[in-house]
């Protein structure tokens, strides 16, 4: 090596020292600034839902919990979380079970263009939520049994939400499926289990992870959904994301941050779940 | 008493390819019979066959004198030991062993009985509930040979299920096999490609090859009377001699005459000659053989028991093992000679 090439060797290394520095520097700040950005509209809404003040406006001169007893006292807002909460698993069942099955039959045999139906199953999940609700409110808006219509009803938006929610299951444990290893099914098929009890006692315990998942997902699809339900619902089932929209328009009381609070608790609750499964399922299986 | 196992002129293919083709083969009961053959030989997809995982295009399987060929996994009375054990990774070791006995809705009581029974064969007592996670690989096919025989089928179906394992775990779980198999009297076909594992265990080996069954007969007589050249040359080592010989003088494939005489040598024409290098004698051990050959030391191989000399004759290229110390150099001539019995000659 020449004295020019080491010198110049040497140069690099130390300013390759320096920029480490400024690069971990950077990524430190880059990485605060995404944080901050990410939490700041939870922050202020968690914040703003506890304003004693009657508009959502800063600044905040005094903190209380009245918005949150007015929330649960007022019956328009807990039906509409129960009409959350009673769609999202409708949704949850629904979904899951039609996605699981779909999944394993086309996972186990073989379809006649298999890539098609792949397609056509995933097509919901990228048509907009606009085009979804108006489709089911136009085919099926019509049904009426004795008296019970299905527009407007709890059913109507279960079934919407399920078009986004099923795709997703499917996905899901279409991929989950393929990693469970063929012989270990010959084996029970082997000791005498029939397809069913096979199904049900050696495959789903084995992708138990990816359907817990799968539901959660579903739940938290259906929780979040606003577009479809805002065309499906009638005054008794609005779900909590309509009835927000609707009284933004009257009136910005703190009260709609409570709502967003509850909503998002529900959410991460359910992902947080998901979490401590998945973790548990691993160190169960000594992975 | 009818076969334990009957394969009346079974065949599978996919698409273009014929793993199985018009296989024949009848197994008494408490036979163990080893399908061994080079990869590929159908050895694997025959076994599938027998246990239900395929169906055949052709032919007819009989388990018990009962035909099967229609009939899915669960429905016949056959346990199949996977090359990766297959053991559910979900249950426990005793849930495994359960799983089987619970699918024929035997009572709890004798489920354990039979659980506790089935590991104390295989020396796994104690490890109930360990999950298939926190067992050495060793240790998961004992649990995997444990399931299948709780549930005392009448044919056990083994798929290479030591190629997994280290050379000394090997023949530990094949003497343990070999030992079950004497004393529990299974019938068993054991599929696998490892000529030792074949000739250790089997009461009988059939020879695969392009989903074919070359021969099958006892090991001693697979080894000692190959039907033909190809399980001749597949079983054992052996060194292919390619000659045309005329009017008893033999010459290479060159047509070069080489030094080689025969004491019966076949008609004029190409043939094979072939020979267990164990059983070639060279130097001065070689006078007095019926036949000779005289050859020229290209190099030698010490391995371990004994020198591997590599000789050439002419065209001709064959070797020889000898115990004890190197005795001949590179380069040096030296005459190589075998008795007519040790010999076997194909028409090439
Ligand atoms: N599911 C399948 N689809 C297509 N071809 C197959 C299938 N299963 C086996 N084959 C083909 O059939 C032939 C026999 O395969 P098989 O697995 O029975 O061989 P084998 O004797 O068990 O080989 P190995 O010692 O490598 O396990 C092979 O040529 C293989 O490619
Ligand atoms: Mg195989």
Known sequence: MTEAALAQSVGSGRLAGISVTVWRAAGIVFASFVTLYVLIPIGVTIAMSFNDGSFIRFPITSWSL??????FASTRWTQ???????????????STVSGILAAWTF???NLPLKNVIYVLIMLPLFTPGVVLGLGIAIAFGGIEIGG????????????????????????????????????????????????????????????STGVISSALFAFVISLNEFVMALFLTSRGTQTLPVLMWLSLRSAGTPELAVTAVVLATAVFACMSLVMVWYVRQLRKLGR | MALALELDQVSRSYGAVVAVDSVSLDVEGGEFVTLLGPSGSGKTTTLRLIGGFERPNGGAISIAGRRVDHLPPYKRN??????????????????????GLRMHAMNPSLIRERVGEALGIVQMGGFEERYPSQ??????????????????????????????????????????IKRLHDELQFTAIYVTHDQSEAMAMSSRVAIMNCGRIEQVAPPQQIYNEPANEFVYSFIGESCCLPVRIDDGAARDQQGRPVDIRLAEPPSSGAWRLYLRPS?????????????????RVRFTEFLGDFNRYHLVAGGLEFFCDRAGERQYQIGE???????????????A
């Open chain 1, 66 to 71: 009245r918005w949150y007893e007015g929330f």
């Open chain 1, 80 to 94: 509409a979380l129960a009409n959350s909460l009673v769609i999202a698993l409708g949704t949850t069942v629904i």
């Open chain 1, 107 to 109: 996972d186990r045999y």
């Open chain 1, 148 to 207: 019970w219509s299905f527009f407007g009803s709890r059913g109507s938006v279960v079934i919407a939400h399920s078009l986004w929610a099923m795709p997703l299951v499917f996905m899901l444990m279409e991929a989950t499926f393929r990693t469970v290893d063929r012989r270990i099914i010959e084996a029970s098929y082997d000791l005498g289990g029939r397809p069913v009890r096979t199904f049900f006692e050696i495959v789903l315990p084995m992708v």
């Open chain 2, 78 to 99: 056959t346990a199949t030991i996977f090359q990766s054990g297959a053991l559910f990774p979900h249950k426990t070791v005793a849930e495994n062993i359960a799983y």
């Open chain 2, 135 to 176: 067992l050495s690989g060793g240790q998961k096919q004992r649990v995997a040979l444990a399931r299948s025989l709780a549930l005392r089928p009448s044919l056990l179906l083994f798929d290479e299920p030591l190629s997994a394992l280290d050379l000394s775990l090997r023949l530990q779980l094949r003497a343990d």
């Open chain 2, 279 to 295: 059983r070639i004698r060279i130097g001065n051990e070689a006078h007095g053989c019926a036949n000779t050959a005289r050859g």
């Open chain 2, 333 to 347: 001539e030296v005459e190589a000679g075998w008795d007519t019995g040790d010999m076997k000659v194909f028409a």
